[in-house]
């Protein structure tokens, strides 16, 4: 860390600058102005999130964001830390990381867990040298709308496939399979459910989810499962957030035809790729997904240091 790099907490009014320099890390054209909205509407579902700026003779060169208790089992928090490609090899990464640390033990969540893409070589060795261990991995597929047709839903006998817009009087039915579907996805069994009004407004009324693009199955009236898709900060794009069938109706086809309704409205609606991330280990919904013309793209690795 050079002599005249400080970090400090910053708030909305300065996100800007923050997001600046996460998009220097991963450019791509147009999407700032859409990840500062997200950003924000983060913060709002996770308040105790912290944004850190660091900055060198007052120019913005790193960011570094912890935000505890989101999807997280007690005691961890999740962590990210970017410097600006101009700025790395002295030492500001270490310095945010430290930070970030400190306020994740006054939290209450000492436990860090950071996220890397498993084609960044360089970051994954980093973390590594800052005593983090890989708990798991994510595996990215993509599906290019503009190379299929539109695909029939078709449920199965006795299911009704309609739209949370639609039917809003859902949620509570909806929240119930999320209650049964977010223990059994691959690492979260011990990630504790929200009520049903914060998983309402953290899960599903976040700035890049929309009601008409959260699909739901009914059996004569019961809410046997759903599949929500969230709106990309990338043009074009737009990303499968999760589908959950109830124990009880698994092994009917009900995702698959999940599925196909989620693609499409895609396809319809203009977007050109569909993407998804699957656990390493989530054996079924991978070969649905593949099943359905996705294909592997880059993933990520999930590291933690206790």
């Not at 980093?126 to 078709?154: H, K, M, Q, Y």
Request: hydrophobic share 40%; glycine share 10%.
């Amino acid at each position: 860390m050079t002599t005249t790099t400080s970090i400090r907490e910053i708030q909305e009014d300065e996100l800007g600058r923050w997001v600046a320099v996460v998009n220097s890390t991963e450019p791509e054209p147009g999407r700032q102005e859409a990840m500062l909205a997200d950003h924000v509407d983060w913060k709002r579902q996770a308040p105790q999130t912290v944004w850190l700026l660091a900055e060198d003779d007052r120019a913005a060169v790193g960011a570094g964001r912890l935000t505890p208790g989101w999807h997280s089992p007690p005691g961890v928090a999740r962590a990210d830390v970017r410097v600006s490609p101009a700025a790395r090899g002295h030492g500001i990464g270490a310095a945010l990381l430290g930070e970030l640390q400190l306020r994740a033990e006054a939290l209450g969540a000492p436990a860090l867990e950071v996220e890397v893409r498993d084609d960044d070589p360089g970051s994954l060795a980093w973390a590594e040298r800052n005593g983090f261990r890989e708990i798991g991995r994510s595996v990215r597929l993509a599906l290019d709308l503009t190379e299929i047709e539109e695909p029939a839903v078709a449920p199965p006998d006795g299911i009704e496939i309609v739209t949370w817009a639609e039917q809003p009087e859902l949620a509570r039915g909806i929240y119930d399979v999320a209650c049964e579907a977010y223990p059994d996805e691959p690492g979260s069994a011990d990630v504790g459910m929200e009520s049903f009004e914060d998983w309402l407004s953290q899960d599903m009324q976040g700035s890049g989810d929309r009601a008409e693009a959260v699909f739901v199955a009914l059996a004569e009236g019961e809410v046997a499962g759903y599949a929500k898709l969230s709106m990309s900060v990338r043009v074009g794009y737009v990303l499968h957030d999760m589908t959950g069938v109830k124990r009880s109706f698994r092994g009917r086809g009900i995702a698959s035809a999940l599925k196909r309704a989620e693609i499409a409205w895609a396809k319809r609606e203009g977007f050109r790729t569909l993407e998804t991330f699957n656990d390493e280990l989530n054996a079924p919904i991978r070969a649905l997904n593949e099943k359905h013309g996705y294909r592997p793209a880059r993933g990520s690795i999930s590291l933690r240091r206790p």
